[in-house]
Nanobody, 125 residues
């Protein structure tokens, strides 16, 4: 599986962005997908995850109510809508997929095997 993330950029606080992650290779549809982020000097942290089919979704508390994860299984793409952005949201955002099935509550980066290259989101104050 190869994951290609896009959609990052520079935005003012309060603004919005939509990130996309397109998959190629092995079917992307069978397992959950997730977004993580990593700010400079910080560890990679979980942002959101969505199960296959979209029935189960889980968000980190820091983004709940502001970010929305969705997927279009037919296109092997997962999205992350970022609204009401804050300077603390500045980070490189990564999409990820596991090698085996699991739960959206598996929030450790070690629970994921396939990673996109990351897309930079910068929020100015």
């Amino acid at each position: 599986v190869q994951l290609q993330a896009s959609g990052g950029g520079l935005v003012q606080a309060g603004g919005s962005l939509r990130l996309s992650c397109a998959a190629s290779g092995r079917t992307f549809t069978s397992y959950r997908k997730a977004w993580f982020r990593q700010a400079p000097g910080k560890e990679r942290e979980f942002v959101a995850a969505i199960s296959w089919g979209g029935a189960n979704i889980y968000y980190a508390d820091s983004v709940k109510g502001r970010f929305t994860i969705s997927t279009d299984n037919a296109e092997n793409t997962v999205y992350l809508q970022l609204n009401s952005l804050k300077p603390d949201d500045t980070a490189v955002y990564y999409c990820a997929a596991p090698r085996y099935s699991g739960s959206v509550y598996n929030t450790s980066p070690q629970d994921y095997f396939y990673w996109g290259q990351g897309t930079l989101v910068t929020v100015s104050s």
